[in-house]
């Protein structure tokens, strides 16, 4: 099992930046591919971005390339999604979730999931 604590998201102006982060617990976080995935009100869950287990793969929605970095630290077993040039439609619930197996951008190969931290961007 690995349990997952997203923070970071608050209220941001457009065109600022916001680091997320999420701390993993449970199990060996090198183990698992992780992802931010995000669902705005109304709309469903969407990937942002996904990293393999040793970081060396990434991916990123067309909406947020240029603008958000996933990264992550073995040594602190947290992930993050810096984010810069943010906009209004970046408003959303993120999420972070880890996959038994390789990067995915599929939310249904995802197996845990945290709670969410809410991001909202004023224009």
């Known amino acids: 099992q690995v349990q997952l604590v997203e923070s970071g998201g608050r209220l941001v102006q457009a065109g600022g930046s916001l680091r997320l982060s999420c701390a993993a617990s449970?199990?060996?976080?090198?183990?698992?591919?992780m992802g931010w995935f995000r669902q705005a009100p109304g709309k469903e869950r969407d990937v942002v971005a996904v990293?393999?287990?040793?970081?060396?793969?990434?991916y990123y929605a067309d909406s947020v390339k240029g603008r958000f970095i996933i990264s992550r630290d073995s040594a602190k077993n947290t992930v993050y999604l810096q984010m810069d040039s943010l906009k209004p439609e970046d408003t959303a619930l993120y999420y972070c979730?880890?996959?038994?197996?390789?990067?995915?951008?599929?939310?249904?190969?995802?197996?845990?999931w945290g709670q969410g931290t809410q991001v909202t961007v004023s224009s």
């Open positions: 449970g199990r060996t976080f090198s183990n698992y591919p």
């Open positions: 979730a880890a996959r038994i197996g390789d990067i995915s951008v599929r939310i249904g190969d995802y197996d845990y």
């Open positions: 990293i393999s287990k040793s970081a060396a793969r990434t």
